[in-house]
């Protein structure tokens, strides 16, 4: 079956950068999507195909993808966004959807 | 602004079935998925399904024996039915529409998402 795989936890200062990374050898193949979950609330998405930033969403986020790993990137971290990151993409073979596990963001 | 809202039972003994609907609310209803993904407590999201506008529907394999979706045009609002539930289905489900990119037999990601229906299914 089809895993994306997350880092469980990034933990960075206010103001520093964080990275957070998906890795699935199909997403050599397949566009990487993420979504913030805030304690409490529903997934909202941040970046899609990759490198757009979803409407109403800081310039401080941005995506990137090389190879099979894709990339979401918080410069700035400010405390708001400490939270649960999730990346999705699609098994196109089977037709499904696949999350990764998550990653927890936290403002140290 | 599109917004969704979904309603459904909260609470669930082990084999029957789980109904939850989802309506649109502002925005188009055709050209789109219709989504369902659910959240167990305290772990990662796992994708259920989605519908069409037509009525195609695309199930996670693991539980595609199981699901039902259908969709009512007439009220923009779209359905999910789980049979023969566990305490293993218990999660907040999130209806979502999912965005067709180029492949239009599937969507691709998922914006906006309802609020989350919280089902607990005791023994």
């Known amino acids: 079956s089809y895993e994306l795989i997350q880092p469980p936890s990034v933990s960075v200062s206010p103001g520093q950068t964080a990275r957070i990374t998906c890795s699935a050898v199909a997403l050599a193949n397949q566009y990487v999507y993420w979504y913030q979950q805030r304690p409490g609330q529903a997934p909202v998405l941040v970046i899609y195909k990759d490198t757009e930033r979803s409407s109403g969403i800081p310039e401080r986020f941005s995506g990137s993808r090389s190879g099979t790993t894709g990339t979401l990137t918080i410069s700035g971290v400010q405390a708001e966004d400490e939270a649960d990151y999730y990346c999705?993409?699609?098994?196109?073979?089977?037709?499904?959807?696949?999350f990764g596990g998550g990653t927890k963001l936290t403002a140290l | 602004q599109v917004q969704l809202q979904q309603w459904g039972a909260g609470l669930l003994k082990s084999s029957e079935t789980l109904s939850l609907t989802c309506a649109v609310y502002g925005g188009s209803f055709s050209g789109y998925y219709w989504s369902w993904i659910r959240q167990p407590p305290g772990k990662g999201l796992e994708w259920i399904g989605e519908?069409?506008?037509?009525?195609?529907?695309n199930y996670n394999p693991s539980l595609k024996s199981r699901v039902s979706m259908s969709i009512e045009w007439s009220k923009k609002q779209f359905s999910l039915k789980l049979t023969s539930v566990t305490a293993a289905d218990t999660a907040v489900y999130y209806c979502?529409?999912?965005?067709?990119?180029?492949?239009?037999?599937?969507?691709?990601?998922?914006?906006?998402w309802g609020q989350g229906t919280l089902v607990t299914v005791s023994s």
């Open positions: 519908i069409n506008f037509r009525g195609n529907t």
């Open positions: 999705q993409s699609r098994d196109s073979s089977e037709d499904y959807v696949v």
């Open positions: 979502a529409r999912g965005e067709v990119g180029a492949t239009p037999t599937y969507s691709d990601w998922f914006d906006p």
